[in-house]
């Protein structure tokens, strides 16, 4: 997902003289293309990332379009305030590239994981959230947000996940995906989650158990009537997701049926409300959730059960 973000603005910066990107000292074997490429239009912030959010808002009110990387922990919840105050309450064109999403930093520990991004930035008014499943949807989706003029955060996995396309799909920002269809419930999943709940639907389809699969790739905005119309009459909706379950899809999710006429069974797969007690890495952190394959499987079999 990474060398498909930077491949891909580096083909708008051709073509574009106000495109900015901006980072907090990181992104090296990565970023020396554009850096060479733009030099006067890459600058390296340095570990200084409320600073770095400041320049890009500056940079923004003077006309420019503006991308900033860091990793999520430092670019979100280290730069809330500069977020909320200089670009979503001044609307600016900033888009915030967060790198990490979930469990991807997982040896490092709680304070490199990316669990509570969505949730505090989804409270903000103005901006959009955007989580790509794989590097098609990366593509697609940043050129998508190239060309609205709104503060948006974009959510990518560390490292390079299974590529789900085959052929470029349609995506519109704010609405959802229809991957598989199904009856007997509906899985509702975003990022790379989406690639092992597409697993764990083919390990149910084996339990004779055929479950609908929905990936949000935007989270904020969300077309709720259309996913309103695609959950139907299906009685038994799950949210699946590599996120705190405060907050997140899940939050979302039980938002919009909460508020309309649906009535069934909702259930939620996420990291509980907990830091968690043992540190490894990323496949092992999953696996300890049940946010794999199998683990998502057994799930929703025991709840449709």
């Not at 491949?7 to 090296?28: H, M, P, Q, S, W």
């Not at 409320?50 to 991308?67: D, E, P, R």
């Not at 697993?199 to 904020?220: D, I, Q, S, Y």
């Amino acid at each position: 997902m990474r060398n498909t973000f930077i491949k891909t603005l580096t083909e708008l910066a051709e073509n574009d003289e106000n495109l900015y990107l901006l980072t907090g000292d990181l992104g090296f074997s990565v970023f020396e293309n554009f850096a060479s490429k733009f030099p006067k239009r890459f600058i390296n912030c340095g570990v200084a990332e409320q600073n770095m959010i400041g320049v890009a808002a500056g940079l923004a009110l003077s006309g420019k379009k503006v991308y900033v990387y860091s990793i999520i922990p430092f670019i979100t919840m280290r730069c809330f305030e500069q977020i909320r105050n200089d670009i979503c309450y001044q609307d600016l064109d900033v888009k915030i590239i967060g790198i990490g999403g979930g469990f991807s930093y997982g040896v490092l520990g709680a304070t490199h994981y990316a669990l509570e991004d969505i949730a505090i930035l989804r409270s903000l008014p103005n901006i959009t959230i955007i989580c790509p499943a794989d590097s098609v949807e990366t593509e697609l989706l940043i050129l998508k947000s190239y060309q609205t003029k709104k503060p948006t955060y974009i959510r990518l996995a560390r490292k390079t996940e299974k590529t789900l396309y085959k052929t470029k799909p349609e995506l519109e920002i704010g609405r959802p995906s229809v991957l598989k269809q199904g009856e007997d419930g509906v899985i509702i999943t975003t990022g790379v989650q989406t690639g092992f709940c597409m697993e764990a639907v083919e390990e149910l389809k084996r339990a004779e158990c055929n479950l609908k699969l929905l990936n949000l790739h935007t989270l904020k905005p969300v077309d709720k009537k259309f996913l309103l119309r695609e959950i139907g009459k299906i009685k038994k909706v799950f949210a699946i997701e590599e996120h705190n379950i405060i907050g997140g899809l899940g939050s979302i999710i039980a938002e919009i049926l909460a508020e309309s006429d649906w009535q069934g069974d909702f259930k939620r797969l996420a990291v509980p409300d907990e830091y968690p007690s043992k540190i490894g890495s990323q496949e092992y952190l999953r696996k300890r959730y049940q946010l794999e394959p199998k683990g998502i499987a057994e799930f929703i079999l025991k709840q449709i059960r």
